[in-house]
């Protein structure tokens, strides 16, 4: 049975952590949009990349991962992860952070998902739920990510 998420604030720092447990709960889906995702493969101590091996850890274990980013190399370097990742085209810039979870709980909010504003900006972002699947959010998303 779903289990519905109260609104919630994630300010600043706690981005990694409480969205991390969010991406732990993934069943069958994840859908990013975000203006600037940064990898760092091999240093643990990034916040960043905590929230990262979540992300690929949600692969492993057979959640479907779509993500629409800005920058080729990190596109190239998602999928080599098993994410299903494409760069936005269009003349329009995609500025939006954005994260579907079994296209129910969303994350919505300034955090890119940089070691900047995991921990040094001054971020805020809200994490809810919205119990029907084709809702405002899954319809968007859809919108941009090419079939």
């Known amino acids: 049975m779903y289990k519905y998420m109260?609104?919630?604030?994630?300010?600043g720092k706690q981005f990694s952590e409480k969205v991390g447990a969010l991406i732990?709960?993934?069943?069958?889906?994840?859908?990013?949009?975000?203006f600037d995702w940064r990898v760092y493969p091999k240093d643990y101590a990034k916040h960043v990349q905590l929230l990262n091996d979540r992300i690929f850890s949600a692969v492993e274990r057979g959640v479907r991962v779509r993500a629409l980013v800005n920058n080729?190399?990190?596109?190239?370097?998602?999928?080599?992860?098993?994410?299903?990742?494409k760069i936005y085209q269009s003349k329009n810039l995609l500025h939006a952070k954005l994260m579907i979870v079994d296209g129910v709980d969303i994350v919505c909010g300034s955090h890119n998902y940089t070691e900047s504003a995991m921990r040094a900006n001054e971020e805020v972002s809200v994490m809810f739920s919205m119990p029907e699947v084709d809702n405002d959010f899954t319809r968007y998303f859809n919108n941009l990510y090419p079939l």
């Open 6 to 11: 109260e609104p919630e604030g994630v300010i």
């Open 72 to 85: 080729q190399d990190i596109a190239q370097f998602l999928v080599k992860k098993g994410v299903k990742a």
């Open 24 to 34: 732990d709960t993934a069943n069958y889906t994840i859908d990013i949009v975000v």
